[in-house]
């Protein structure tokens, strides 16, 4: 039996900090419902005390979300954790999100503090949110670049006084997938209460590594994975949902599974970049528009023997259109062939090599070949043949 991996989603908290991508308390409202409905297990609701209107929309969400934990921000003062609490008062499964930066660079060059003092500060806020649920999730920000051994001290000290979810950051998308895993090993090895507490990985993807960190970390133990739709966050962005849950579910080996209801992917995916009006880049994993196109007529040909020759995701699993040829001037007889047959015709094989020739005049001409071109490319050589 394979072991899940809660999703938490932060797509309105995270996700919305990218500059243009304010959403208003309707947007956050229907997109919450659609992510509770995909099957996210935690929705990161926002940062209650960062505004009216975004205390307002996390109390708002709290009302409605039935199934799906319903987070909200805070840091580790006691007037944000009173704040969030208050939004999540109605809350079917609140959760309180608070923490601490636990790096160096944090420690002196943020707070100007000790790390001792960080300690205590820790505690306290744990101990405090404690007070109004008993979920509560403690974030060490900047985990990713602390000395793991201080880091075990704080995750250790904040389970004991009342954390349930220790998020262990990488905050500046800095490790490498062998190093951050690294981390998490150390922690569940060596924190002794850690059992009392599901580990969470929070990875940004300044490098290009939050989607590989976040599996190397749930791959040694962490159980729980937080991430956004398409990948959106703070500068370059945050672990992407459609990812993660996809490569759990394409390598079984994991033994890791979520509950999200991957057909409804893409869906999910055009809804939040219209919504946020932030396009998804068209060679995008899993929800791009190029995810399943093929235009190599290498490729093109070892697709339409067996498509496993070049997709290893069927496009019906995470709601796609389907597959696509698209015809270039490095496309192949295989392809054409295909694609007039698509149109209604049935060419046999001399005829549609002088139709290829035809086709890459017109190819070489044009960055793609549509239908209404083939229909005239077939009209002509049709009648010149007869």
Known sequence: MSD???????TLRDGEQVPGCKLNTKEKIELALLLEELGVDII???????????????????????????AGLSRSVEKDIETAAAALRFAAKPRIHTGIGTSDYHIKHKFNSTREEILERAIKAAKFARRFTDDVEFFCEDAGRSDTEYLARVVEAVIKAGATTVN??????????QQYAE??????????????????????????????????????GARQIECTINGIGERAGNTSLEEVVMIMRQ?????????????????????????????????KAIVGANAFSHSSGIHQDGFL????????????????????????????????????KNLGYDF??????????????VADKHKEVDDEALEQLAKTVVAETN
């Open 44 to 70: 990161e609701a926002g940062f209650p005390i960062s505004s009216p209107g975004d205390f307002e929309s996390v109390k708002l969400i709290a009302q409605q979300v039935k199934t799906a934990t319903v």
């Open 348 to 361: 046999n094989r001399d005829e549609v090599d002088v139709l290829y020739e035809a086709f890459l005049q």
């Open 168 to 177: 262990i950051p990488d905050t500046t998308g800095y490790c490498l997938p």
């Open 305 to 340: 023997k067996n498509a496993q020759n070049y997709e290893i995701i069927n496009p019906d699993e995470v709601g796609a259109a389907g597959s696509k040829i698209v015809l270039t001037a490095r496309s192949g007889r295989s392809a054409l062939a295909y694609r007039f």
């Open 183 to 220: 981390k998490i090993a150390y922690l569940i090895n060596n924190v002794p209460n850690i059992d009392k507490a599901v580990v969470s990985c929070h990875c940004h993807n300044d490098l290009g590594l939050a989607t590989a960190n976040s599996i190397a970390g749930a791959a040694v």
């Open 4 to 10: 899940k991996v809660f999703i938490f989603d932060t």
């Open 251 to 283: 390598h079984p080996e994991l033994n890791l599974h979520t509950d999200i209801n991957t057909r409804m992917l893409n869906e999910v995916s055009q809804r939040v970049a219209d919504t946020m009006r932030m396009p998804v880049q068209a060679n």
